[in-house]
């Protein structure tokens, strides 16, 4: 079979004709190419292990899938740390304080489920407010005494499903002193961040009273990267270092303040807000971020056409500007001007 071999229109209406006696009425077009990818690889001559991954892969994100569903309207915050950190350590306990004070304002803590840094945030947010995404290693221990309580833990055999699930539901990101995983959790969402593959999310490092963990990586990135022209010299601003659990947990509930979303249609980026800016305010967004916009200016807009799709955010205020792709990784610092406006609401936002 030629390995660029395609699935027949017949083959795909056959298809349809499963989906159909399965009782699947929605999305089906997407379900309809799931299924035909499926054939697709059969068609390749794909090798056991190339289809024993993909099997595993696609099984393990619907498990994950159907584990988040349930909290799908409530904001998640994903805590990022060493499974060897001890409970005497002042990071342990910092990461259990931020925990706590996010679950206090109405956010779920996620984890991978693990020791260490882990369980200090599960036991900080406690089991109703805790969720775990394990790894299966052959040398780790089981997912911690708070996650097992209310078996709210979905294991996963592969690295990039887990990082995926860690990140994809989650509305911001606490990083505390940690090893190679940690750190390889932190340039992800660096690296989907500055290239604009990942909507805009709070980042904060968080490190002991007086620690220098992060300070040192902030040093070694200016120095060596930004100095070196590998990354932007604002690279790193969209990330808070702070000791304080206090500023940790303000710096992800504040960035929700005023700002909701944002979407691109074509050239165009529509951020959707809380509170209608004064057209003062739009003035002086548009004096201190003009220099980003390939063409026009910062402009209040009603719902655009290809936003029908997203009537929930119908009756949101909106600004709409052209700004320049190279420029994405700013979208940062207009986040964060948006959230100071005059307009914006008073306090930071509590989850429902």
């Known amino acids: 079979m030629s390995r660029d071999a395609s699935v027949s229109a017949d083959v795909t209406d056959d298809l349809r004709g499963v989906m159909a006696d399965a009782g699947i009425t929605e999305n089906t077009d997407l379900i309809a190419r799931i299924l035909a990818t499926g054939v697709g690889l059969g068609l390749d001559g794909a ?18 899938f159907q584990h988040f569903a349930p909290y799908a309207g409530v904001p998640k ?15 342990y306990r910092a ?16 984890t991978g489920a693990g020791p260490g840094i882990m369980q200090a945030a599960a036991e ?15 040398f780790e221990e089981r997912p911690n005494a708070v ?15 887990r990082k995926l699930m860690l990140v994809k539901e989650s509305h911001g990101f606490v990083c505390v002193p940690g090893g190679f995983g940690t750190l390889d959790e932190l340039f992800e969402l660096l690296t989907l961040q500055q290239t604009g593959k990942a909507e805009p999310t709070p980042i904060v490092l968080l490190d002991k009273p007086g620690g220098t963990f992060w300070g040192g990586l902030e040093r070694f990135v200016d120095e060596q990267l930004a100095g070196s022209g590998l990354i932007s010299p604002d690279d790193f601003d ?8 206090d500023e940790a947990a303000a710096a992800i509930t504040d960035f929700w303040r005023n700002y909701d979303s944002l979407r691109w249609v074509g050239d165009r980026l529509v ?10 305010e739009i003035s002086s967004l548009d004096e201190e971020f003009g220099a980003l916009l390939t063409s026009g200016s910062i402009e209040r807009s009603a719902p655009l056409r290809a936003e029908a799709d997203d009537a929930a955010r119908a009756h949101l205020p909106r600004l709409v500007l052209r700004l320049a792709p190279i420029h994405v990784g700013s979208l940062h ?7 100071a406006l005059g307009s914006a609401p008073a306090g930071p936002p509590r989850a429902a």
Do not use: C, H
């Open 47 to 64: 090798s056991r292990l190339d289809l024993k991954i993909t099997t595993a892969a696609l099984a393990e994100m619907r498990a994950a």
């Open 77 to 91: 915050v994903t805590i990022f740390g060493s499974a060897r950190t001890r409970p005497d350590d002042p990071v």
């Open 95 to 110: 990461a259990a304080e931020v925990a706590q004070a996010l679950a206090e304002r109405g956010w779920m803590v996620v």
């Open 124 to 138: 900080g947010a406690g089991p109703e407010r805790s969720l775990g995404v394990s790894i299966r290693l052959p």
């Open 147 to 161: 996650i097992a309580e209310n078996a709210r833990n979905v294991a996963m055999k592969y690295f990039f499903t």
């Open 238 to 245: 969209r990330l808070v270092l702070t000791d304080s659990v």
């Open 271 to 280: 951020l959707r807000l809380k509170a209608e800016p004064t057209d003062a």
């Open 333 to 339: 610092r207009l986040i964060r001007a948006v959230n």
